[in-house]
């Protein structure tokens, strides 16, 4: 009411300038009224859907931390919140004092930040952290209480820094190339909390513990019952010891001793070895094999056992970059000794040998025979090709696996001559071509009667005729046979004939008989001294 009357006064009074002024002072008002409804509505809506919790926290007198996190099903944090520590000596924290205080960066959904604090007194602390603006629950959250004790962050004493392990060095030697001595921690000692020095003590005569240290390293964390091996190179001949500490704390001397080591480094120069002097040569003679020989000369060393040859072949030119056809080991010879192997060569061409040993301690370079040409066309006969592999003679092709000789066709394993066909393995068979009765059984096996005379030779008094062969025993004629109940006519008398008179017979048939006779016998003869002879 007062602004209006203030307004109607000044228009009545013709006062505008105070009337402009109230209304300026109306429309601030108005503004201010407004800027206030956007905030509290803003407050009302700006909550960024966020929601932070604590996951974790613990610590010890070293450090205490709490792990806050914003949670899976929250939206990102659209902006930083404030966090403190609280603590208090008794009682609860949040009855207690700020001692720290800081800032939770935005955290997306799910993710987590942890907080730290390096606590100064025994008690007990807590961590807080505030909510989103707008949050719709109580705004702040609290982590779980950690109690810290200093007292477990005190120094200890020197006297209770020992670990509990023992050293001691349980062997120890070595030799010019190298020394060396084992250290263990011993099996009812604690393992090793850390690591210790060693030393290497040198002297050339004398106590090394008077020496000088030449050497020096660490000997690693060992459990129980664990060693360890300590090396050196000696460089100079004497005596040397290994040194070593024992752990902080350790109630006894705190170091340890190992036992002297003499050293003669005279041992270790090398001895140069002896080696063969060897003299190698390859010959061929005679279209034979190749012959490799080898000598070690008698005022020479030993050659060991590894040495190998290799034989080369060229078809020209230089063999030493030819093709490796033979090789194999050599066995160990002797001062003054030699040894020969050969090999068959297939090819004509340029040969060579090569003698060598590698690995060991006797390695030698390669030995290389002269160089030697060998020309398998000059071990051929042009005169006789006869081939090894296949000996047959195109002059006399007789055949070593089937000897029937086409001029001389006897089979040795049926030696039946065309010509004389008498069987030597059966050479009772004299019958003549020409003459086929055999003078054994002179019978013709077709028809053993003679067409000229035709009485039987085994009853000369039964005078069959091949015109009527009836039988007189049996006079029954097949094609007139007799009637048993009627008696037969009597036979027919048969004309006699008489047998031939000496002087009468053709005399070839006895020279023949003969000359078969003479024949068989000499057969026989051959037959029975063969037999003897193969006796």
Same mark, same amino acid.
């Given at each position: 009411?007062?602004?209006?009357?203030?307004?109607?006064?000044?228009?009545? %009074?013709?006062?505008?300038?105070?009337?402009?002024?109230?209304?300026?002072?109306?429309?601030?008002?108005?503004?201010?009224?407004?800027?206030?409804?956007?905030?509290?509505?803003?407050?009302?809506?700006?909550?960024?859907?966020?929601? &932070?919790?604590?996951?974790?926290?613990?610590?010890?007198?070293?450090?205490? #931390?709490?792990? @806050?996190?914003?949670?899976?099903?929250?939206?990102?944090?659209?902006?930083?919140?404030?966090?403190?520590?609280?603590?208090?000596?008794?009682?609860?924290?949040?009855?207690?004092?700020? +001692?720290?205080?800081?800032?939770?960066?935005?955290?997306?959904?799910?993710?987590?930040?942890?907080?730290?604090?390096?606590?100064?007194?025994?008690?007990?602390?807590?961590? !807080?952290?505030?909510?989103?603006?707008?949050?719709?629950?109580?705004?702040?959250?609290?982590?779980?209480?950690?109690?810290?004790?200093?007292?477990?962050?005190?120094?200890?004493?020197?006297?209770?820094?020992?670990?509990?392990?023992? $050293?001691?060095?349980?062997?120890?030697?070595?030799?010019?190339?190298?020394?060396?001595?084992?250290?263990?921690?011993?099996?009812?000692?604690?393992?090793?909390?850390?690591?210790?020095?060693?030393?290497?003590?040198?002297?050339?005569?004398?106590?090394?513990?008077?020496?000088?240290?030449?050497?020096?390293?660490?000997?690693?964390?060992?459990?129980?019952?664990?060693?360890?091996? %300590?090396?050196?190179?000696?460089?100079?001949?004497?005596?040397?010891?290994?040194?070593?500490?024992?752990?902080?704390?350790?109630?006894?001397?705190?170091?340890?001793?190992?036992?002297?080591?003499?050293?003669?480094?005279?041992?270790?120069?090398?001895?140069? /070895?002896?080696?063969?002097?060897?003299?190698?040569?390859?010959? =061929?003679?005679?279209?034979?094999?190749?012959?490799?020989?080898?000598?070690?000369?008698?005022?020479?060393?030993?050659? %060991?056992?590894?040495?190998?040859?290799?034989?080369? !072949?060229?078809?020209?030119?230089?063999?030493?970059?030819? #093709?490796?056809?033979?090789?194999?080991? @050599?066995?160990?010879?002797?001062?003054?000794?030699?040894?020969?192997?050969?090999?068959?060569?297939?090819?004509?061409?340029?040969?060579? *040998?090569?003698?060598?040993?590698?690995?060991?301690?006797?390695?030698?370079?390669?030995? !290389?025979?002269?160089? *030697?040409?060998?020309? &398998?066309?000059?071990?051929?006969?042009?005169?006789?090709?006869?081939?090894?592999?296949?000996?047959?003679?195109?002059?006399?092709?007789?055949?070593?696996?089937?000897?029937?000789?086409?001029?001389?066709? +006897?089979?040795?394993?049926?030696? +039946?001559?065309?010509?004389?066909?008498?069987?030597?393995?059966?050479?009772?068979?004299?019958?003549?071509?020409?003459?086929?009765?055999?003078?054994?059984?002179?019978?013709?096996?077709?028809?053993?009667?003679?067409?000229?005379?035709?009485?039987?030779?085994?009853?000369?008094?039964? /005078?069959?005729?091949?015109?009527?062969?009836?039988? /007189?025993?049996?006079?029954?004629?097949?094609?007139?046979?007799?009637?048993?109940?009627?008696?037969?006519?009597?036979?027919?008398?048969?004309?006699?004939?008489? $047998?031939?008179?000496?002087?009468?017979?053709?005399?070839?048939? =006895?020279?023949?008989?003969?000359?078969?006779?003479? @024949?068989?016998?000499?057969?026989?003869?051959?037959?029975?001294?063969?037999?003897?002879?193969?006796?």
């Amino acid at each position: 009411m007062s602004l209006v009357l203030i307004l109607f006064m000044s228009q009545m %009074l013709g006062m505008p300038q105070l009337a402009n002024a109230a209304g300026s002072s109306s429309q601030d008002e108005t503004v201010v009224v407004e800027d206030s409804k956007e905030k509290n509505s803003q407050k009302e809506t700006g909550w960024d859907k966020s929601s &932070l919790e604590f996951i974790s926290s613990g610590g010890s007198c070293t450090q205490i #931390t709490a792990t @806050i996190k914003n949670g899976n099903d929250s939206r990102p944090m659209d902006g930083t919140v404030s966090y403190k520590v609280y603590f208090s000596e008794k009682g609860n924290p949040k009855d207690g004092t700020v +001692v720290a205080a800081g800032t939770v960066p935005a955290l997306g959904t799910g993710n987590s930040h942890k907080l730290t604090y390096t606590p100064t007194q025994s008690g007990t602390y807590m961590f !807080w952290a505030e909510q989103r603006e707008g949050h719709p629950g109580q705004g702040e959250l609290w982590s779980d209480g950690i109690t810290v004790d200093m007292a477990d962050c005190k120094e200890p004493d020197p006297e209770d820094e020992w670990d509990k392990s023992s $050293l001691k060095f349980i062997s120890n030697g070595g030799s010019c190339e190298q020394i060396s001595a084992i250290v263990r921690n011993g099996a009812d000692s604690r393992p090793m909390a850390g690591a210790v020095s060693y030393k290497v003590y040198y002297i050339e005569n004398g106590n090394p513990k008077n020496g000088t240290v030449v050497h020096s390293g660490e000997i690693p964390a060992l459990g129980s019952g664990e060693s360890h091996t %300590l090396t050196y190179t000696p460089e100079k001949s004497g005596v040397y010891m290994f040194w070593a500490e024992q752990r902080e704390g350790h109630p006894g001397q705190g170091e340890l001793w190992s036992g002297a080591i003499e050293v003669d480094l005279a041992e270790c120069e090398e001895v140069e /070895p002896e080696y063969p002097n060897l003299s190698i040569a390859l010959s =061929y003679e005679d279209c034979e094999a190749l012959t490799a020989t080898i000598k070690n000369d008698e005022e020479s060393g030993d050659m %060991l056992a590894g040495a190998v040859y290799e034989i080369y !072949w060229a078809a020209s030119g230089s063999a030493t970059q030819g #093709t490796v056809v033979d090789s194999g080991p @050599i066995e160990p010879l002797a001062a003054g000794g030699s040894t020969q192997f050969t090999y068959t060569p297939t090819e004509s061409g340029e040969y060579i *040998l090569k003698v060598y040993q590698t690995g060991g301690t006797q390695e030698f370079d390669p030995i !290389w025979s002269s160089q *030697l040409t060998v020309d &398998l066309t000059a071990c051929e006969d042009p005169e006789d090709p006869v081939d090894p592999e296949d000996p047959v003679d195109p002059e006399d092709p007789v055949d070593p696996e089937d000897p029937v000789d086409p001029e001389d066709p +006897v089979d040795p394993e049926d030696p +039946v001559d065309p010509e004389d066909p008498v069987d030597p393995e059966d050479p009772v068979d004299p019958v003549d071509p020409e003459d086929p009765v055999d003078p054994e059984d002179p019978e013709d096996p077709e028809d053993p009667v003679d067409p000229e005379d035709p009485v039987d030779p085994e009853d000369p008094e039964d /005078p069959v005729d091949p015109e009527d062969p009836v039988d /007189p025993e049996d006079p029954t004629d097949p094609e007139n046979p007799v009637n048993p109940n009627k008696p037969a006519d009597p036979p027919a008398k048969v004309p006699t004939k008489r $047998l031939p008179k000496t002087g009468e017979t053709d005399p070839a048939l =006895y020279y023949t008989t003969g000359l078969l006779f003479i @024949i068989s016998g000499a057969f026989l003869w051959v037959k029975s001294r063969r037999r003897r002879l193969d006796m």
